[in-house]
């Protein structure tokens, strides 16, 4: 495995952090948090000092002897959800676009919009229009509704390549996928699989009659999804076992 995949250290915060947005609901007691940190050699004292910090930081909330994801990442994991099962409508060849129609904007404002098309996959086009084929069911987030004028049209010439870097997410998606396989370790797998996820969050879900040849997400998803059931089979062998 190397670098170029995007793959993070292991650490006490990403397998608790991972665990949780794996997990539903995404709530589970110290205890089985340990028991997960074991599987992977990290310490008891490590795993409960990484715990205080995230509850420092805002990230969990604890709550009867359980932790549980915040609001925050509550929101990411509804992203990695979609990403995984993408809710797709039929497409008649109509793009949304976003035309942003607030002229004095916060900062703050600006960078919150732009996570914000990014999660609902509309590109930008230039500085202030986002677009994408029409072909995603998901609500729009109030700070999008209330900055945004939304129109429905068709572009005369071929946006795709000038928005997405599909050949990139292509090789990028083959090299996960050839990882995931050869991965043999449970720390290399839970390493992968996580990349996979973050890899999956910048699939545009563009329509099939926009999509190369052999596109690869759904063999990607079924790769993951043969690493969640095994994983979630180790969780409760080993982990949720009284």
Same mark, same amino acid.
């Given at each position: 495995? !190397?670098?170029? #995949?995007?793959?993070?250290?292991?650490?006490?915060?990403?397998?608790?952090?991972? =665990?949780? /947005?794996?997990?539903?609901?995404?709530?589970?007691?110290?205890?089985?948090?340990?028991?997960?940190?074991?599987?992977?050699?990290? @310490?008891?004292?490590?795993?409960?000092? @990484?715990?205080?910090?995230?509850?420092? *930081?805002?990230? #969990?909330?604890?709550?009867?002897?359980?932790?549980?994801?915040?609001?925050?990442?509550?929101?990411?994991?509804?992203?990695?959800?979609?990403?995984?099962?993408?809710?797709? /409508?039929?497409?008649?060849? !109509?793009?949304?676009?976003?035309?942003?129609?607030?002229?004095?904007?916060?900062?703050?404002?600006?960078?919150?919009?732009?996570?914000?098309?990014?999660?609902?996959? /509309?590109?930008?086009?230039?500085?202030?229009?986002?677009?994408?084929? @029409?072909?995603?069911?998901?609500?729009?987030?109030?700070?999008?509704?209330?900055?945004? =004028?939304?129109?429905?049209?068709?572009?005369?010439?071929?946006?795709?390549?000038?928005?997405?870097?599909?050949?990139?997410?292509?090789?990028? @998606? $083959?090299? /996960?996928?050839?990882?995931?396989?050869?991965?043999?370790?449970? *720390?290399?797998?839970?390493?992968?699989?996580?990349?996979?996820?973050?890899?999956?969050?910048?699939?545009?879900?563009?329509?099939?009659? #926009?999509?190369?040849?052999?596109?690869?997400?759904?063999?990607?998803?079924?790769?993951?999804?043969?690493?969640?059931?095994?994983?979630?089979?180790?969780?409760?062998? $080993?982990?949720?076992?009284?």
């Amino acid at each position: 495995m !190397t670098n170029t #995949l995007g793959l993070r250290p292991l650490t006490a915060r990403s397998v608790v952090l991972s =665990t949780l /947005l794996g997990s539903h609901p995404p709530r589970l007691r110290a205890r089985y948090l340990v028991r997960v940190g074991e599987l992977f050699g990290i @310490a008891e004292g490590t795993i409960r000092v @990484a715990l205080s910090r995230m509850v420092a *930081a805002g990230d #969990l909330a604890q709550n009867d002897g359980e932790y549980e994801l915040t609001d925050r990442l509550l929101a990411r994991q509804a992203r990695q959800d979609e990403s995984r099962f993408p809710r797709t /409508l039929p497409w008649d060849g !109509t793009w949304e676009i976003a035309v942003i129609t607030v002229e004095r904007r916060p900062a703050a404002d600006r960078a919150a919009l732009r996570q914000a098309m990014a999660a609902l996959r /509309l590109a930008e086009l230039r500085e202030g229009t986002w677009l994408r084929p @029409a072909n995603l069911s998901r609500p729009r987030p109030e700070i999008v509704a209330n900055q945004c =004028t939304f129109l429905t049209g068709r572009p005369e010439d071929d946006l795709v390549p000038v928005l997405w870097d599909l050949a990139g997410w292509v090789a990028k @998606a $083959h090299a /996960l996928t050839t990882a995931l396989d050869e991965a043999d370790t449970l *720390a290399d797998r839970f390493t992968v699989a996580a990349a996979v996820l973050r890899h999956l969050l910048n699939d545009p879900l563009l329509p099939a009659e #926009l999509l190369p040849g052999a596109w690869p997400g759904p063999e990607l998803r079924a790769h993951y999804e043969r690493f969640e059931v095994d994983f979630g089979r180790l969780l409760v062998e $080993h982990v949720l076992a009284p």
